[in-house]
Every structure is written in C-alpha cells, then in structure tokens.
C-alpha cells in the first residue's frame, strides 16, 4: 500500500479550472463543486486560472493531451511559497491537465503539489499510440 503523505494546515486548495467559455456553456465547473462538497473554501477570484481554451481531451493520445494543455494555465494571487498546493479534479486519466497545473503552482512557489480526484481512468503507457476514450 502506498503511504499517502499528510497535507500541511494551511494548504491552498485549488479546482482545476475551466475556460470561461466552457463554464459558460456547462454553466458549473466538475472540481468546484467537489470543493464545496468537501466542505473547502470556494476559491478566491484570484488563483489559478485557464487562459487558453483547449480542446476535449478526449479522443487524444496522451502526447496529445500533454500538447493540448501547455501553457494553458496561469496563477494569479500572493505567491505560494513554502506552502503545500493540492488540486482538485473529478477525473484524472494521463494526468496531463493536473500536471501542467502543478507545474504553474510550483512555478508560483508551492513546496509540494498533491492531486485528489475522484474517479482515475485506467491508461496504459504501453499503448500511448492509441487515442484515449474517457
């Protein structure tokens, strides 16, 4: 069994973020709602943000997926440092959408990034030439 590391009081908890078109159109973001579900603090209008609309990433190979998502993310508020950042998603599959976002959060000075989801697609590396189907 993997030991899970605890997560610091005072960890700033983040959705992974829509395009506004896209919670436009949905008219609710998934990881939001699993945020207030669990009781958290909505998160501030400041944070982490989706400035490029992307495509679905369904369908797409996991190179792809990595592609689609780079640098479609931006962090806007006081830097995180020494602080422990953990993500929000309803469903990770590659992890390319949770990866680039940790990445923006350690870019803004988080120690440590977790990421909690609530449903993991099976994928198998072996077989990254075949499009995902979510």
Not at 71 to 80: D, I, K, M, Q, W
Request: glycine letters at 8%.
């Amino acid at each position: 069994m993997q030991r899970i590391p605890r997560v610091t009081i005072g960890a700033a908890w983040f959705p992974v973020p829509l395009h506004r078109s896209r919670l436009r159109d949905r008219g609710f973001n998934q990881a939001e709602s699993l945020l207030a579900a669990l009781g958290l603090a909505p998160p501030p209008a400041s944070g982490l943000r989706r400035e490029h609309k992307t495509e679905k990433q369904v369908g797409r190979r996991a190179r792809e997926r990595h592609a689609n998502v780079a640098g479609a993310f931006s962090y806007r508020g006081e830097p995180l440092e020494g602080r422990d950042a953990v993500l929000i998603d309803d469903v990770v599959t590659t992890g390319a959408t949770v990866a680039e976002c940790a990445n923006v959060l350690r870019d803004f000075g988080a120690r440590r990034v977790f990421v909690v989801c609530f449903a993991r697609k099976s994928y198998d590396p072996e077989r990254h030439g075949d499009p995902i189907h979510d």
